[in-house]
């Protein structure tokens, strides 16, 4: 494939591999809030 920043989660999904969804409760976070905005996430 030729993308520099492969989406694996993505291409499992592309290339056919069966999914199925699994639930789990996650602990809050133990060191307050994040710094990372949603716009950094984007970019």
Do not use: C, H
């Not at 969804?21 to 970019?43: C, I, P, V």
């Amino acid at each position: 494939m030729p993308e520099q920043s492969r989406y694996l989660r993505g291409m499992r999904a592309w290339v056919g591999f069966k999914q199925i969804a699994f639930e789990y409760d996650r602990d809050e976070r133990q060191a307050g809030e994040t710094k990372y905005s949603w716009t950094k996430l984007f970019n």
